[in-house]
C-alpha cells in the first residue's frame, strides 16, 4: 500500500474492512468519507465554535476547570505539551464528554459537562454532534472488527458509555513571539482507541511513516481523518498503529490565519481491562500487560501535563 486507504462507509462494511484495516496497520491513518454526519451539523458546530473562542479572553478562562485535568471546558493557549516535548503546542481548546445519567456505575469516572451560557444553541449543537460522532466511530469499529477476524459487534460493548471525548479546537494566527521550536501540535500519539477527525482538510496536519518521514494527511472536505489510538494498539499487540503525528505551523498568508478543527477520541469503557487480543498474537511475539483502561489514561494523562 503506497497512500492512505479512502474509504467510504456507504459501502458493505465486509468490502472495506480490510483497506481500512492494510491502512491502520501500515500508517495508523485512513480517510473516511460518506460517514453521514450531516454537513449542516458541522457547519453549525464549527460557527459556534469560532463564536466561543473569540470570546474575551477572561470570559473564556472562567469555564477553566484547574484540577480538572482538562477533561470538560476550556484549556487556555499554551497549556498542553506533548509527551517528551520541550515547550508547549501553539492552541487553546474545548472539551465536551459523555453525559450519563445520575446513579449510573460508571458516572463517578466522567465529570459533568460545563456550557458557556453566552452562546445561544451551543449545548443543543455539541451534544447532537457528539451522538453523530459516536455513530460514526461504531461504524469504523465495526470495519475494524471484520478485519480482525471478530465478530462484527465485537467493540460495541467495549465503549459502550466510554469516556469519549469531543475537542474543539483553535490554532490562533501565528505572531512574532512564537517560542523556538513551537508548533500548533507537537509530535504525539493519540491515548484513545480511535480518533475521528474533521477539519483536517486544512493543511498541517502530517504523520510518521515507518521510514520516518513525515507525510501530509489532506481528506476531502468533509470527510474524515481516522487514526487508531494507544489504546488500540495495545488491544490488537501492536498490529495496528498508534502512529506519531503532529500538527504543523504554515508558512505565508495561512500563518496568519487561525485554524480550527474537531477531533472526537472515542474510548473504551474506563472499566475495560486493555488485553491483547488472542486473534493478534503471532507465534512468538511479546505479549502486553493487561491494564485497565482508566488506569492506562490517567497514567497518559499525567504525561502530557493534563492531570
Known sequence: ????????LARPLSEIADDLGRSFAEYGFAVVCDHSIPQDL???????????FALP???????????GGGARGYTPFGTEIAKDAEVHDLKEFWHI??????????????????????????????ETLFAEFDKAGDTVLRAIAIHLGLQEDYFEDTVADGNS?????????????VPEGAIRAAAHGDINCITLLLGAEEAGLELLNKQGEWIPVSPPAGALAVNVGDMLERLTNNKLRSTTHRVVNPG??????????????????PDFMIAPLEECIEPGDEVLEPILSHDFLAQRLREIGLA
Open 57 to 67: 479572553e477572561e470570559t473564556k478562562r472562567s469555564y477553566h476547570l484547574p484540577g
Open 252 to 269: 505565508g498568508e495561512a500563518a496568519k490565519r487561525s485554524r480550527y478543527s474537531m477531533p472526537f477520541f472515542l474510548h473504551f469503557r
Open 97 to 126: 464528554g459523555r453525559t450519563l445519567p445520575e446513579g449510573h456505575k460508571l458516572a463517578s469516572y466522567m465529570a459533568p459537562n460545563i456550557w458557556p451560557t453566552e452562546i445561544e444553541g451551543f449545548r443543543e449543537t455539541f
Open 165 to 177: 471525548v469531543m475537542r474543539l479546537l483553535h490554532y490562533p494566527p501565528l505572531g512574532d513571539d
Open 42 to 52: 458541522i457547519d453549525r458546530a464549527e460557527e459556534l465554535a469560532k463564536e466561543f
Open 1 to 8: 500500500m503506497d497512500t492512505l486507504a479512502t474509504v467510504s
